[in-house]
């Protein structure tokens, strides 16, 4: 009875202070509307952070590393509780939708690297980052991609720093919208449902939005528990287990070793292969859409393997593995490491089991080829996305067919079963066009400073795409400007480049 007096007054005072204040903030209406979206996802951040504050008492023993996570988990949670207070809840138009969103992304970047930056202040630069750092870090794990900073150092983290890190990955790889979708309880269906496309996915599982959330978690959930189980039962420690189950289904590919999976090889793990075996499918699964999952799920498997992403995905899987093998000597190792770095590059996980900093040029563009198509469109996956690549690929063929046949014959693109317009084709084409330019321009950056093309665009198409691997450029030492490109590569990507122009510009409409 008391707590419900004292909501109760809180919320009178509330009321009062948005009567006073709405009037001012009347005329910047984006900042109203979004904002109150914004104070719960900050309180949602703010919970998640409490997480390995939790693990730095009971596991790692440490007041101090729990501090690391609790000073940025209050600050989150007091912003994000003055913005639900303060402002109105109101109906986001879709433009507001994707602006909340390239900011909840931006700012959960900045904010979860706190912890890394506060690590530095206790624990020295062997534990914590720098700034620039602690943000990239941050970042790379929001947005799955895997890229860090840590360099050697991974194995003498606490457990806290790193599930903080898995968790960001796991958490990003379905996108914070979701999460947040899934766990509250939205009202208006036409909010959720642009919350729903903000964040870049359009396919729904059941007629409801935050149902459909609900279930791509539970599906998701019970992949990572599978594969922590099965990896568990192989050999590999529990901690590991659980950490690398989390980024493989969130295809983002940070580790808790060194040198990523391909540790356990380097350490003569007599299960080092059957642990490679059973992240492959995982990953497959991390890089296809949850919409063909949920086929799986009620028996419908035909439909599953007739999508177009899925024969795509298996097709250049089976293609590209070859083309490797053939460069690597044709051997056994050689299947072994081309197919896995093959599946890791095009899901976007990221995982390591061959050095491909010293692999050649040749090698390194096929992985560049597959880090651009990426994986399933309503996957974990970014980059293109599998649907686009087809479609292009259709288009080209559709547009040589149409010179060749007589004007007066009707002929239709048809991709998947799905009849493309000429508008659907030009949308397609253009974000393909804008994807790319974004990757040569951040790829002629690291070329001024001294890298060769293929390395540069190799690693920029690494962050854009959201994989994680690396020829050996990322890492703590690389200039402040080059670790700028690649976070905004990062976010950029993750959001399909839009939703962030959309952010930059909304000052000026």
Known sequence: ?????????????????????????????????????????????????????????????????????????????????????????????????????????????????????????????????????????????????????????????????????????????????????????????????????????????????????????????????????????????????????????????????????????????????????????????????FAMHYQLFIGNIKKFFKNVEVKAMFLIIIVTTILLAITLGLTFDSFRYGSFQVITALTGTGFNTAPVGTWTDFQKTILTILMIFGGGYGSTASALKLIRVVVIFYALIWLISKMLLPESVIHKLEVGGKHYRHEEIMEVATYAVLYLVVLVAGALVFMYGGHSAADALFEVASAEGNVGLSVGITGPNMPAHQKIVLIIEMWAGRLEIFPVLVLITSPFH
């Open 1 to 289: 009875m008391k707590g419900n007096v004292v909501w109760a007054n809180i919320k009178d005072k509330s009321d009062t202070l948005k009567e006073k204040i709405h009037p001012y903030f009347q005329e910047y209406g984006l900042l109203t509307t979004v904002s109150y979206y914004l104070g719960i996802l900050l309180i949602v951040l703010a919970l998640l952070l409490f997480i390995p504050a939790l693990i730095a008492l009971v596991v790692d023993g440490s007041v101090k590393l729990a501090l690391c996570f609790v000073f940025p988990a209050i600050f989150s949670g007091a912003v994000g509780f003055s913005l639900f207070i303060l402002f109105q809840k109101t109906e986001l138009y879709l433009g507001a939708a994707i602006t909340l969103s390239a900011l909840v992304w931006l700012l959960y970047g900045i904010i979860g690297g706190v912890p890394f930056m506060l690590a530095r202040f206790y624990f020295g630069p062997d534990v914590g980052l720098t700034i620039i750092n602690g943000v990239f870090e941050s970042m790379s794990g929001w947005t799955a991609t895997g890229l860090d900073t840590y360099a050697n150092r991974v194995e003498g983290l606490p457990h806290a720093i790193l599930f903080w890190r898995s968790l960001t990955q796991w958490v990003g790889g379905v996108g914070v919208i979701l999460l947040f979708l899934s766990i509250l309880v939205v009202r208006s269906g036409t909010v959720a449902h642009r919350l729903y496309l903000a964040e870049g996915r359009s396919h729904r599982l059941l007629p409801s939005v935050v149902k459909t959330t609900r279930r791509i978690w539970a599906i998701y959930a019970g992949y990572t528990g599978l594969l922590a189980l099965i990896l568990f039962l192989i050999g590999m420690p529990l901690f590991d287990s659980i950490n690398h189950s989390m980024t493989a289904l969130a295809t983002g590919g940070f580790s808790v070793r060194n040198s990523s999976i391909m540790t356990y090889r380097l350490t003569a793990h007599p299960n080092a292969l059957y642990m490679e075996m059973a992240i492959i499918p995982f990953m497959v699964l991390g890089g296809i859409s």
